[in-house]
């Protein structure tokens, strides 16, 4: 996993070529290394309210569904953040935060202009509200859509937080995909 942060404020990471078991693995290291790094905590069930703008960490979940994903990638995927969202471990790292809740939403993404929110924002404040997103986030149909822009997954998520109406300690900008960018603008633009 490689790291970058764009305009001091947001934190993009990207996966290099991954194995299917060390694929499900990252979602959930994933997740809980995001949530350690911003001192989160995790809670939702329900799309956030201006009472709940207040959060811990912003977290876009911007997965490739280009059809460099084959199907069962895409599922292995899709399963393995569904399992980091009920997960115990990943529960206790968002207790952890200041705030004690994240907003997370969770999006994907193919060609330059092919984006899709599958969950909108939701704020995560308890275990019940993590795996209410977990089973809509299990109940929403796989897609594929054509090409692979990278720079275009990033360019949505940024728009995604600065219209959030968040107001979060922490963004950041969880890419996750299997090909290279071809299709929009270079990636390195996207993240600057």
Do not use: K
């Not at 490689?2 to 996966?15: G, K, S």
């Not at 876009?60 to 399992?83: N, T």
């Not at 997370?104 to 193919?110: D, F, G, P, R, T």
């Amino acid at each position: 996993m490689v790291a970058f942060a764009a305009e001091c404020r947001y934190e993009i990471y990207l996966d290099e070529a991954l194995t299917e078991r060390e694929l499900a693995m990252l979602s959930v290291l994933r997740l809980m290394t995001i949530l350690m790094l911003a001192g989160g905590t995790l809670l939702l069930n329900r799309e956030a309210t201006p009472a709940e703008t207040r959060v811990d960490l912003a977290l876009v979940l911007a997965v490739d569904v280009s059809f460099s994903m084959e199907p069962d990638e895409q599922e292995l995927q899709r399963h393995g953040f569904v399992e980091a969202f009920q997960s115990p471990e990943v529960h206790q790292a968002i207790r952890q935060g200041v705030l004690g809740r994240i907003a997370v939403i969770y999006v994907e993404w193919s060609g330059a202009f092919d984006q899709e929110i599958i969950v909108p924002w939701t704020v995560i404040a308890q275990p019940g509200d993590s795996q209410a997103f977990a089973e809509r986030l299990l109940q929403s149909p796989l897609h594929s859509m054509n090409y692979t822009s990278i720079s275009g997954g990033i360019d949505f998520g940024v728009r995604q937080l600065r219209q959030s109406g968040l107001q979060a300690d922490r963004q950041v900008i969880d890419v996750s995909g299997d090909g290279a960018n071809d299709s929009g603008r270079t990636v390195t633009l996207a993240r600057v």
